[in-house]
Every structure is written in C-alpha cells, then in structure tokens.
C-alpha cells in the first residue's frame, strides 16, 4: 500500500491533484500504521439501497438484490469484509498477457469480440487474487446488448451504458450504447476502463464487501448519506480498474496516450463539480481520476481500500 510512484502527469490537474495526491498518501500511510497497531476505526450505521436514479455520467452504481448463493458463508462478512478484507492483501495483479484485439466501435461484433478478450483477461487476473485470499470467486455472466431488455435489477437501455446486476452476478453492457454515450470514442483503452469498473463491482461482490455496503447504505435515513457510501464503492471500483489496467499496461499494451485517455476519462464520468449534494455518487474529478492513477501505479487491490482512509476528502 505504497506512497504515489510518480506517473507522468496527464496534463489536466494542477496543484489540487498533488495536494490530492498527498492527501491520499498520508491517509494510506496512516491507515497501514492502524492496521499493523490492529485498530479498527468504528463506522456510523444508518436507508436504502437502488433507489436512486442512474448518474448522468454512464456509469452505473452496483444493483444489489437478495440471491441465494452457496458459498457465501466462505466469504468475509461485517465491518471486516469492508475494511480489513484478505483481498487486500494478495499484492500486486499478476501481470498476465492480454493483447487487445482490433476494436471497430461501428460494428457490434466487434465490440463484443473486445469486451470478451479483455473480460476473459479480468477473469484469470482477478482469480488468482482471490486464490490468494483464500476466497471463492465465480467470474460473471456477460449480457451485451443492442436492443431492450430486462435484467433482475433493472431494464435496459438504461441511463448508464453499463451496470453491474449483483443478483444475477452479471455485467451488462450496450454495445453501441456505450459508444453513443462515449461520444463516439474510437480509444479502446476507454471502454477496457469502464468494462473493468464493472468488474470491480463484481469483485466487491465475490469478496462480501458489497454485502456489508449494502446494508449500511440502507440504514441512512438521507439520500446525501447514502451517496457517501456509493462514492467509495464507485472511486475503489475506479481503482479496482486502474490496477488491472496497470497490469496488463504491457501486453495491451498501453501507451501515454491511452493512459491519459483513462484518465480523461475518469474525469469525465465523474459528479459535475455543480452537482447538489443529493447528486454525487462517483466522487468528484479529481478523485476519480486520483483512485485512478492509484490503481494503475500501485497495481494491488490493497491500495484501493477506500472505506479507511482517515482524510474524507480523498472520496468526496
């Protein structure tokens, strides 16, 4: 759970990033200190959970819906799957080969040939994590669609491009949505970052930390309240992304370019910086784009605990 190793800046932030950047260290520094001591920061519990309007930004926060699942008791549950979860501590993502296929945004075909590459490269990524853990993990189901329909959280199109439905541990991405809703952007790098986003989601899932999130979130009695929660698990999922990324930056492989295409793009799907409070759900640009390059640079899900960072600024 290192300090910041220095990544080129993209271009786009200033002085705020640093003091950010900074910020986020002295807090992860604090936190490794707390967990060598073996304290445990106690968290308020207080509403509800997927009532809540799909941001405008195309991303999507986890559907989450009661679903028998058989090893669930294997997983880690409370406070401590949050917090503390053996996830954390399997090191950095292997980095395994992943060449990215050829992607033409025009033709659906090939945009699910890529979202098939690059999630069977999350797939072993992520698997071996969680055989390090100690942890069972089941990759998710894909549905890629071009035309409505219904999950068990939700129909589609939706606002978002893309959602993560936990109850059918599925990822469900609109295969010209998404290129609508990204403008038309012909940077493949962009759509692997949101794919993996998703992912992250599902790795919060198979982990048990989506669980325990869950039902804090419900038990707010206001939708800011709730939002603080959904911010953590949107900015670790933007983290989650940017370890895999980080990863497989290599064998993708991945240039300056693409990298400030990412980050470029962390930006943009974050809260508007007029957004009412009532409205902010994946954290602010600079924090997006900050959990981001954190990913990327430290490559290890353990620098990507969002729910214990002592300095809330980082996920505002």
Same mark, same amino acid.
């Given at each position: ?47 509800? %959970? ?7 930004? =195309? ?14 008791d ?19 993502? /292997?980095?395994?080969?992943c ?5 033409d945004?025009?033709?659906?075909? &090939? /945009?699910?040939?890529f979202l ?7 797939d ?5 994590? %969680?055989?390090?853990?100690?942890i069972? %993990? ?7 669609? &071009?035309?409505? =329909? ?14 993560y ?67 953590? &698990? ?29 980050l ?23 924090? &997006?784009?900050?959990? /981001? ?7 290890s ?16």
């Amino acid at each position: 759970m290192g300090a910041f190793t220095g990544r080129p800046p993209s271009g786009r932030n200033g002085g705020g990033t640093a003091d950010r950047r900074a910020a986020l260290c002295s807090a992860l520094a604090a936190l490794l200190l707390g967990l060598t001591l073996l304290a445990v920061v106690a968290v308020d519990d207080t509403g509800r %959970f997927g009532s809540d309007p799909a941001p405008a930004s =195309g991303r999507s926060d986890p559907d989450l819906a009661a679903t028998p699942d058989p090893s669930a008791d294997a997983r880690p549950t409370g406070r401590s799957a949050l917090v503390d979860n053996p996830v954390y501590t399997t090191g950095r993502l /292997m980095p395994l080969p992943c060449p990215a296929p050829h992607l033409d945004v025009d033709t659906p075909s &090939s /945009m699910e040939r890529f979202l098939d590459a690059v999630t069977d490269c999350l797939d072993d990524a992520w698997k071996r994590q %969680f055989e390090e853990a100690g942890i069972p %993990f089941e990759p998710p189901q894909r549905v890629y669609w &071009s035309e409505g =329909g219904s999950s068990p959280c939700r129909d589609y199109p939706s606002a978002a491009g893309a959602f993560y439905c936990r109850a059918d541990t599925s990822i469900y991405i609109g295969t010209g949505d998404v290129v609508e809703k990204w403008g038309g952007s012909e940077e493949s790098a962009v759509y692997a970052s949101l794919l993996a986003h998703e992912y992250g989601h599902h790795v919060q899932g198979e982990s048990g930390l989506l669980e325990y999130y869950h039902d804090r979130r419900a038990d707010e009695d206001s939708r800011v309240a709730r939002n603080a929660w959904t911010r953590k &698990s949107e900015l670790q999922a933007n983290c989650f992304a940017g370890a895999f990324l980080g990863a497989v930056e290599v064998s993708y492989p991945l240039d300056g370019h693409d990298i400030d295409a990412v980050l470029d793009d962390a930006a943009a799907t974050a809260d508007r910086a007029d957004a009412p409070a009532e409205d902010r759900t994946h954290g602010s640009a600079e924090n &997006s784009v900050l959990w /981001m390059e954190h990913g990327l640079e430290q490559q290890s899900p353990g620098a990507c605990n969002t729910w214990s960072v002592e300095d809330d600024s980082v996920v505002q």
